[in-house]
């Protein structure tokens, strides 16, 4: 267990609404990880941050925003649901030379 | 830019060893990892491999790394119903701080 815990664990929304979904670490690992999972896409980072207040984009990124005010805590906003953001979100810390991942964020979009 | 490739899918009976293989192309390739997904669960890391290792063993699983042919191998001995998931390879080329996984070979196994 590398101590991650995602929340919500489910959440539909309807299209057009903000998402916030949040990622707590209690490893204080400076690297912090955003994925979605979808069938035949496999893993796509979307954000991820190297420091507090220090964040980069991944290849799926747009449509997506990032706060990391704390080290423990990383967020990823969708400012305005779309139907195509419906998906399986997974934070990863990396440790020394790996990743864990947390447990993943069901996300519904109607 | 960088890929790694795996097969979809791996039929074996339980008892029976199964091998996933995963090929990549990133020669600065530095550590490779394999991951295991079971439904509705996030990836949990099952091993790794630095890329001047051969070969490395923890209980039922064996990770050889052929890095002249680029091919990473996971072999299950004794596989079980349990071991019925997604399997995951990845890597990471020394330097970057984001690896590149495969799609995921599912594993299903037969009683």
């Known amino acids: 267990d590398a101590g991650i815990t995602q929340s919500p664990r489910h959440k539909v929304t309807e299209t057009g609404t903000p998402v916030t979904l949040r990622c707590h670490q209690t490893?204080?690992?400076?690297?912090m990880y955003w994925y979605r999972q979808d069938p035949g896409h496999g893993l796509r980072l979307i954000h991820y941050?190297?420091?507090?207040?220090?964040?980069d984009k991944g290849e799926v990124s747009d449509g997506y925003s990032v706060s990391r005010s704390k080290t423990e805590d990383f967020l990823l906003t969708l400012e305005s649901a779309t139907s195509s953001q419906t998906s399986v979100y997974f934070c990863?810390?990396?440790?020394?030379?790996?990743?864990?991942f947390g447990p993943g964020t069901r996300l519904t979009v109607t | 830019g960088e890929d790694v490739e795996q097969s979809l899918f791996l039929s074996v009976r339980e008892g029976d060893s199964s091998v996933i293989n995963c090929t990549y192309t990133?020669?600065?390739?530095?550590?490779l990892y394999w991951y295991k997904q079971e439904p509705g669960a996030g990836l949990q890391l099952l091993t790794y491999?630095?890329?001047?290792?051969d070969m490395k063993q923890d209980q039922r699983l064996t990770v050889l790394l052929n890095k002249k042919d680029k091919h990473l191998s996971l072999r299950i001995a004794d596989t079980q119903t349990g071991d019925s998931a997604i399997y995951f390879c990845?890597?990471?080329?020394?330097?970057?701080?984001?690896?590149?996984f495969g799609r995921g070979t599912s594993l299903i196994v037969h009683p």
């Open positions: 990133d020669s600065s390739s530095t550590y």
């Open positions: 990845a890597e990471l080329s020394g330097g970057s701080y984001i690896p590149t």
């Open positions: 990863a810390i990396r440790g020394r030379y790996e990743q864990y």
């Open positions: 490893e204080n690992h400076r690297y």
């Open positions: 491999i630095f890329s001047n290792m």
């Open positions: 941050s190297y420091g507090v207040k220090d964040t």
